[in-house]
């Protein structure tokens, strides 16, 4: 029978039944854990349970509970952040994973790349049309999955009672079913014909910084080998765990809003009610009042930062970068060159000259690309630190920033935007307009950079170098501001690139900045 054996396999719970397409044998909607509801509510993630037969493996399970949009160019939600449709409906009983697998047998040992989705933790799921595994599994010998795991206010509560009831902990479910994950795969892969010993966790956004903290925490030791942390450091990133004190007031303070007198009859409210009633919550507070991942002393057990400096990390090898436009600061249609100028004057009082040499602009549109670019290069040293921590403490780290742009007058207006790797990875070659979600035609630049990308990816995760098969050479990070500049001429930066990196990253260092990266950009100091 073959294509093993029609697509299917058994695994630890029971048999999957999934389905051929071409070389590839799809598996989607398969429980990496129990279902995270009722009396599993607010806990980590359970063990899965077994079933007899066989279980159909054949579409998409439902996505996280999140703000739902009628269509996908619709605004942003109450957090600020973009919404994309999943192909799904939503539900609390949302931990489920989807393999992509393009073995021939089940001994065949590939690696392993698990995708951790984007969205601020409050958004997006595992089957987001952009990053299916298809696309990524058939051009290259690798076993894709991607993830579903729980989202803001299910993913993240905390109250002091329920870290009484665990022992000393509370908060970070989100977190843990991304560690459960990688439990279940690290378990079950071999059966795909995957390698269990060559697991590479990526995660883009959001997902980065989730992450960024598999990559800190000590309960991942063993589980994987390797992490690509994409658009999202926490180190001088846009989103920083904070105390599990303060998520623990929080909790406080939201259970008293909503007339709620306990855990248990929390547990009970229905999951809808509670979400409504959180965005209530947060159209008050704002979104970095709401409830995100925090130092909890077990899966964080000490600040972020703290671990990172003291080399207590784990020694997985590191693929870590940005874009060069990563979030669009002004409107380009109303910004003028004047405006730029007061700006650079007002924000970089000391360094004015050096700005305005460093980021020329002509007109408007260039300028507002600028201001971008600004934002997005004070961001891109939050991985520039991270390659200097592996470094210094032996580890491997690869740096990259993608400045590639879709080949249209917008596209070069735009540059290169939050996201606009992902097509390119995942091989979709009918999207990234603007960004990723949206349709785009590409042309032959578009293809040659996508096997340039994948060829990359696929290498990292296979040996944990990126190098090889006549591409532009990537250098290990090993000095300073070893940066590969992902483009159509993928090159290292020259050093006469980095003298503003230096001043960013000084900043940064000597002063004990913090990174603002909506709006106009500038370095504030920390109040």
Same mark, same amino acid.
């Given at each position: 029978?073959?294509?093993?054996?029609?697509?299917?396999?058994?695994?630890?719970?029971?048999?999957?039944?999934?389905?051929?397409?071409?070389?590839?044998?799809?598996?989607?909607?398969?429980?990496?854990?129990?279902?995270?509801?009722?009396?599993?509510?607010?806990?980590?993630?359970?063990?899965?349970?077994?079933?007899?037969?066989?279980?159909?493996?054949?579409?998409?399970?439902?996505?996280?509970?999140?703000?739902?949009?009628?269509?996908?160019?619709?605004?942003?939600?109450?957090?600020?952040?973009?919404?994309?449709?999943?192909?799904?409906?939503?539900?609390?009983?949302?931990?489920?994973?989807?393999?992509?697998?393009?073995?021939?047998?089940?001994?065949?040992?590939?690696?392993?790349?698990?995708? =951790?989705?984007? !969205?601020? $933790?409050?958004?997006?799921?595992?089957?987001?049309?952009?990053?299916? %595994?298809?696309? +990524?599994? @058939? &051009?290259?010998?690798?076993?894709?999955?991607?993830?579903?795991?729980?989202?803001?206010?299910?993913?993240?509560?905390?109250?002091?009672?329920?870290?009484?009831?665990?022992?000393?902990?509370?908060?970070?479910?989100?977190?843990?079913?991304?560690?459960?994950?990688?439990?279940?795969?690290?378990?079950?892969?071999?059966?795909?014909?995957?390698?269990?010993?060559?697991?590479?966790?990526?995660?883009?956004?959001?997902?980065?910084?989730?992450?960024?903290?598999?990559?800190?925490?000590?309960?991942?030791?063993?589980?994987?080998?390797?992490?690509?942390?994409?658009?999202?450091? =926490?180190?001088? !990133?846009? $989103?920083?765990?904070?105390?599990?004190?303060?998520?623990?007031?929080? %909790?406080?303070? +939201?259970? @008293? &809003?909503?007339?709620?007198?306990?855990?248990?009859?929390?547990?009970?409210?229905?999951?809808?009610?509670?979400?409504?009633?959180?965005?209530?919550?947060?159209?008050?507070?704002?979104?970095?009042?709401?409830?995100?991942?925090?130092?909890?002393?077990?899966?964080?057990?000490?600040?972020?930062?703290?671990?990172?400096?003291?080399?207590?990390?784990?020694?997985?090898?590191?693929?870590?970068?940005?874009?060069?436009?990563?979030?669009?600061?002004?409107?380009?249609?109303?910004?003028?060159?004047?405006?730029?100028?007061?700006?650079?004057?007002?924000?970089?009082?000391?360094?004015?000259?050096?700005?305005?040499?460093?980021?020329?602009?002509?007109?408007?549109?260039?300028?507002?690309?600028?201001?971008?670019?600004?934002?997005?290069?004070?961001?891109?040293?939050?991985?520039?630190?991270?390659?200097?921590?592996?470094?210094?403490?032996?580890?491997?780290?690869?740096?990259?920033?993608?400045?590639?742009?879709?080949?249209?007058?917008?596209?070069?207006?735009?540059?290169?935007?939050?996201?606009?790797?992902?097509?390119?990875?995942?091989?979709?070659?009918?999207?990234?307009?603007?960004?990723?979600?949206?349709?785009?035609?590409?042309?032959?630049?578009?293809?040659?950079?996508?096997?340039?990308?994948?060829?990359?990816?696929?290498?990292?995760?296979?040996?944990?170098?990126?190098?090889?098969?006549?591409?532009?050479h990537w250098q290990r990070y090993e000095n300073d501001f070893d940066i590969c500049e992902l483009c159509n001429d993928t090159h290292m930066m020259p050093p006469e690139q980095l003298e503003k990196y230096r001043y960013y990253y000084e900043k940064l260092c000597v002063n004990d900045f913090e990174v603002q990266l909506f709006g106009l950009p500038r370095l504030t100091p920390k109040k």
């Open positions: 029978m073959s294509d093993f054996e029609k697509a299917k396999v058994l695994v630890k719970q029971g048999w999957l039944q999934g389905y051929l397409q071409g070389k590839l044998k799809i598996f989607k909607g398969i429980p990496y854990a129990a279902p995270p509801i009722g009396e599993n509510r607010f806990r980590h993630p359970q063990d899965p349970g077994r079933w007899r037969g066989v279980r159909k493996a054949m579409q998409y399970s439902a996505a996280a509970v999140q703000h739902v949009m009628e269509q996908a160019d619709l605004p942003a939600n109450v957090h600020g952040v973009p919404q994309f449709l999943a192909p799904s409906q939503y539900e609390e009983d949302c931990l489920y994973l989807n393999v992509w697998t393009p073995a021939e047998t089940p001994d065949a040992k590939l690696p392993v790349f698990i995708w =951790i989705h984007g !969205g601020g $933790m409050v958004a997006g799921s595992g089957c987001e049309v952009v990053c299916d %595994g298809e696309g +990524f599994a @058939k &051009r290259r010998d690798v076993v894709v999955v991607t993830i579903n795991y729980r989202l803001g206010f299910f993913g993240f509560f905390a109250h002091p009672d329920l870290t009484e009831e665990a022992g000393g902990t509370s908060g970070n479910y989100a977190l843990y079913d991304m560690r459960k994950a990688c439990q279940w795969v690290k378990e079950n892969i071999a059966q795909f014909g995957g390698d269990p010993d060559r697991i590479t966790v990526a995660g883009q956004s959001g997902g980065a910084a989730g992450t960024g903290a598999l990559h800190a925490s000590p309960l991942m030791k063993g589980l994987i080998q390797r992490v690509s942390i994409e658009s999202g450091p =926490i180190y001088w !990133g846009f $989103m920083q765990p904070q105390g599990r004190e303060v998520m623990e007031q929080r %909790g406080v303070e +939201f259970m @008293k &809003r909503i007339g709620c007198k306990s855990i248990a009859e929390l547990r009970r409210r229905d999951a809808w009610e509670l979400f409504d009633a959180y965005e209530e919550y947060v159209k008050g507070v704002g979104f970095h009042g709401g409830f995100g991942f925090c130092v909890d002393g077990e899966f964080l057990p000490k600040k972020y930062t703290d671990i990172m400096d003291a080399g207590e990390f784990n020694d997985f090898d590191v693929m870590i970068g940005s874009c060069a436009q990563e979030f669009p600061c002004v409107n380009p249609d109303k910004f003028t060159v004047a405006e730029f100028d007061a700006y650079l004057k007002d924000a970089f009082a000391d360094n004015y000259e050096n700005m305005k040499r460093w980021y020329p602009a002509e007109n408007g549109v260039m300028a507002a690309k600028q201001a971008s670019t600004i934002a997005s290069d004070i961001m891109l040293m939050g991985s520039v630190k991270l390659g200097q921590l592996c470094h210094k403490f032996g580890r491997n780290a690869y740096v990259w920033l993608m400045s590639k742009e879709n080949e249209t007058e917008r596209g070069h207006n735009a540059g290169s935007p939050h996201c606009a790797e992902m097509p390119y990875v995942f091989g979709r070659v009918d999207k990234g307009e603007r960004n990723p979600f949206f349709d785009y035609h590409w042309v032959g630049a578009d293809y040659d950079f996508m096997e340039l990308i994948q060829g990359y990816w696929y290498a990292f995760a296979a040996a944990g170098d990126p190098n090889g098969e006549g591409r532009a």
